[in-house]
């Protein structure tokens, strides 16, 4: 079992950057580095969105091509932690943003895939 909770989420302008955190608890007998981790993200009235993902060493990362190199996916399995920093934010970017994790070799590209997911926190980018 593993619980999420991101954070980092908030309003920022056009072009602003953040830097979300997904902070792991993970059961006892288990690590945080057993699992593949992924960001993804929900607008209003859309389907979940793949954003990134990222390997159990974070030695291998996968971005949607949406992004066009503006985030960066990284983790801190000595923190239980996984990020995503956010650069040159654009209106289009406004979601609800949900890290998620599964016990797999290699992290998946689909929400499907995912077996445990955050609550999600809210990114907005104004005009």
């Known amino acids: 079992q593993v619980h999420l909770v991101e954070s980092g989420g908030g309003l920022v302008q056009n072009g602003g950057s953040l830097r979300l955190s997904c902070v792991a608890s993970v059961a006892s007998g288990r690590t945080f580095s057993i699992y593949s981790m992924g960001w993804f993200r929900q607008a209003p009235g859309k389907g979940r969105e793949f954003v990134a993902a990222i390997s159990l060493s974070g030695g291998a990362t996968y971005s949607a091509a949406s992004e066009k190199g503006r985030f960066t996916i990284s983790r801190d399995n000595a923190k239980n932690t996984m990020y995503l920093q956010m650069n040159s934010l654009e209106p289009e970017d406004t979601a609800a943003y949900y890290c998620?994790?599964?016990?797999?070799?290699?992290?998946?590209?689909?929400?499907?895939?995912?077996?445990?997911w955050g609550q999600g926190t809210q990114v907005t980018v104004s005009s």
């Open positions: 998620a994790a599964d016990p797999s070799r290699f992290p998946p590209r689909t929400a499907e895939s995912y077996d445990y």
